[in-house]
Nanobody
């Protein structure tokens, strides 16, 4: 069982930056690939980024490529999402998730956090 708690969301102007954190419970964090997803009102949950167990492999959704960076610190049981050059269309609830195998589909992930709101104003 893995429990995930996101933090770092908030209100930011377009062009600004935010860093999201996701803290995981337990001693098995390093055995999970981690992902970030987001969901805007009335839309489906969208893949944002994922990182392998060791952190040496990452994938990004097309809409955030070049602007967002996923990273992890296995010693701190934490995964991060650095978001730069934010746009109003990045507004959503952001979720972190854990999976046994790296991937970008929501069914691939076994555990989910409660989400953190990111709002980008124009």
């Amino acid at each position: 069982q893995v429990q995930l708690v996101e933090s770092g969301g908030g209100l930011v102007q377009a062009g600004g930056s935010l860093r999201l954190s996701c803290a995981a419970s337990g001693r098995t964090f390093g055995t999970y690939a981690m992902g970030w997803f987001r969901q805007a009102p009335g839309k489906e949950r969208e893949f944002v980024a994922t990182i392998s167990r060791s952190g040496n492999v990452t994938y990004y959704g097309d809409s955030v490529k070049g602007r967002f960076t996923i990273s992890r610190d296995n010693a701190k049981n934490t995964v991060y999402l650095q978001m730069n050059s934010l746009k109003p269309e990045d507004t959503a609830v952001y979720y972190c998730a854990a999976a046994r195998v790296i991937g970008w589909g929501t069914p691939n992930y076994d555990y989910w956090g409660q989400g953190t709101q990111v709002t980008v104003t124009s």
